[in-house]
């Protein structure tokens, strides 16, 4: 099996290289879009500040590549919120995957970012299997996406909100499976077998 992770300016390809790696998969960090079509797993990581990313993906053409691809996807924290349609911070338009907005967690609430360990409380989805209900998984982050259609698990810090999303092909984790260990490992295994 061929696995791609897109390379751009994203804090997490080399974690999410190793986590793979665990599994016993060899991905190809790439930006060259004849690759990234032949894979037959897509992976698109994120750690980093919208504007700036969506600008290199714009120059690169990776945010209309992304939308063609008809082998399964996984975003990742950033690569996720990406994937939506617009975002707060900066007030960055997105790629547009997921019809939904992504925002800044409220002020005068608990501390941002969200840093830490968050139970999965509602599972519905292909990537996200139902013995993973309650389990906890790690997050980073200022930005979420709220609750809607696309949400394939759900937690809470603040506000309820997607700790994934799934439409067609395409699946986001707000959450980092390369950080979450067994949890994590899991989703990256059944990503793998979609």
């Known amino acids: 099996m061929k696995v791609a992770i ?6 997490n390809i080399r974690s999410v290289d190793h986590a793979l790696k665990r599994v016993g998969v060899e991905a190809l ?4 879009h004849k690759a ?8 698109f990581p994120g750690v980093g500040e919208a ?11 990776l945010d209309r590549l992304l939308k063609e691809l008809t082998s399964p996807v996984l975003g990742i924290c950033l690569g996720q919120q990406l994937m939506c349609s617009w975002s707060e911070e900066g007030d960055t338009p997105c790629i547009g995957i997921f019809d939904q907005p ?7 609430g608990l501390k941002v970012p969200h840093m830490g360990w968050n139970s999965l409380d ?3 989805g292909e ?6 209900k309650g389990t906890y998984v790690y997050f980073v982050h200022s930005y979420y996406v709220p609750i809607g259609e696309d949400t394939a698990a759900e937690t809470t810090y603040m506000v309820p909100f997607s700790a994934a999303m799934q439409r067609g092909n395409f699946y986001a984790t707000q959450f980092h499976p390369e950080k979450s260990g067994d949890p994590g490992e899991l989703i990256l295994k ?3 077998k979609l």
Not at 29 to 32: P, Q, R, W
């Open 6 to 11: 897109i390379k751009y300016n994203a804090g």
């Open 36 to 43: 990234i079509l032949a894979a037959d797993r897509v992976i």
């Open 51 to 61: 504007a700036t990313t969506m600008k290199y993906l714009k120059e690169r053409e």
């Open 102 to 108: 992504v925002k800044r967690f409220p002020e005068g």
């Open 29 to 32: 960090v790439t930006d060259d």
């Open 127 to 132: 990537l996200v299997p139902s013995e993973l």
């Open 122 to 124: 509602r599972v519905n």
């Open 190 to 192: 059944q990503f793998l």
